[in-house]
């Protein structure tokens, strides 16, 4: 369990941290409590904490079916990101994503949509002129960062589908990036997927069952990580496995 939640997400005073640390339904209750006064309503289905060391720093929620995938960032601060990917076959087909910073009393909002036509994707963005991009020629997915739960239609099958590099749009600056040094291994109901960034760094993403993604790792950040929230069915099932995939989980230098 961790602890120090200190002022980092806004509703914990000192004293009500140091209680939640000893107490995992009550930092629950309270995760779920901030979550519900989100400025949109988060997607229902997995919920996800990053931590750096003993601080709480994002809240993520995400859910994935058969047409594709959907998410939630949540910052200390409020600003929230909330993204729809829709698939087909191996690659997306149309996203809405949208993010939205409190001002005082108004709210920023950004929205970004992309449809697939061709080997083109036509994109929307508020505030700008509409825009056409080309495909990337290798696999590609859309993530802002954050939010890499939407990488999992295609890091999920990374093994099967011999993907080694990917390029990820990233809607909020509308920028590509690359993945490359993909790799991935199978443990029963576990995979374990690694990649590189841009810079070099190294991450890795413990998924069940093909569809939940339960564990993000980084190597020059190790202090960071995101795990599942404490007290749910999916903390249950990674805390029992947790032991095992830690050694293999670590990100390679």
Do not use: C
Not at 143 to 164: F, W
């Amino acid at each position: 369990m961790r602890i120090a939640l200190r002022l980092q997400i806004g509703f914990l005073s000192l004293a009500s941290a140091s209680a939640l640390a000893q107490d995992p339904a009550a930092l629950h209750q309270h995760v779920v409590e901030f979550i519900k006064q989100a400025i949109q309503p988060m997607p229902a289905g997995d919920t996800l904490l990053t931590w750096n060391g003993d601080r709480l720093v994002l809240f993520h929620t995400s859910s994935r079916d058969r047409a594709g995938v959907r998410g939630a960032l949540l910052r200390a601060d409020r600003m929230l990101g909330v993204a729809d990917i829709r698939w087909q076959e191996d690659r997306p087909q149309s996203f809405a994503v949208g993010w939205f910073t409190p001002r005082g009393t108004s709210i920023d909002s950004l929205i970004v949509r992309g449809d697939v036509v061709g080997n083109e994707l036509r994109l929307r963005r508020s505030g700008h002129a509409d825009s056409v991009v080309a495909i990337p020629a290798i696999r590609w997915a859309v993530a802002d960062y954050g939010m890499d739960e939407l990488l999992l239609p295609v890091l999920a099958r990374a093994s099967q589908d011999r993907v080694t590099q990917l390029a990820v749009l990233r809607p909020y600056r509308l920028k590509w990036d690359t993945l490359t040094a993909i790799e991935s291994e199978s443990r029963g109901r576990w995979s374990i997927t690694r990649w590189a960034d841009r810079k070099g760094e190294r991450w890795s993403m413990v998924i069940l069952d093909s569809t939940r993604m339960v564990w993000l790792r980084r190597s020059d950040h190790p202090e960071d990580e995101e795990l599942p929230l404490e007290s749910t069915t999916l903390w249950s099932v990674f805390a029992q496995a947790r032991g095992e995939l830690e050694p293999a989980s670590r990100p390679r230098p």
